[in-house]
């Protein structure tokens, strides 16, 4: 019953600014690093960016400097925030989390649906 639902994504100008979010919700016991990947159309889904429980973060080199990931736990949720946007971050960003169930000895990965994202004059 766990779920990733992405929200954020829409049209804007090269140079502007942009503000995904991703909620988990459901029947969670804990959640471990939240991540943001992007696929474009031919290409290979990337690693955008990560950040673990702790905070701390990576990033892709192209979006370094650019982006920024950060999370509230006691909402569930992961941000990216996206500045000096360009076209080549045009891409379906997807929204990826380790999340232990309640009641499950393990910790398995979800993804959520995806939000489009272009940057276009």
């Known amino acids: 019953q766990v779920q990733l639902v992405e929200s954020g994504g829409g049209l804007v100008q090269p140079g502007g600014s942009l503000r995904l979010s991703c909620a988990a919700s459901?029947?969670?016991?804990?959640?471990?690093?939240m991540r943001w990947y992007r696929q474009a159309p031919g290409k290979q889904r990337e690693l955008v960016a990560a950040?673990?429980?702790?905070?701390?973060?990576n990033y892709a080199d192209s979006v370094k400097a650019r982006f920024t990931i950060s999370r509230d736990n006691a909402k569930n949720t992961v941000y990216l925030q996206m500045n000096s946007l360009k076209p080549e971050d045009t891409a379906v960003y997807y929204c990826?989390?380790?999340?232990?169930?309640?009641?499950?000895?393990?910790?398995?990965?979800?993804w959520g649906q995806g939000t489009q994202v272009t940057v276009s004059s």
């Open positions: 990826n989390a380790d999340i232990r169930p309640q009641r499950a000895t393990i910790m398995y990965g979800y």
């Open positions: 459901g029947s969670i016991s804990t959640i471990y690093a």
């Open positions: 950040i673990t429980s702790g905070g701390s973060t």
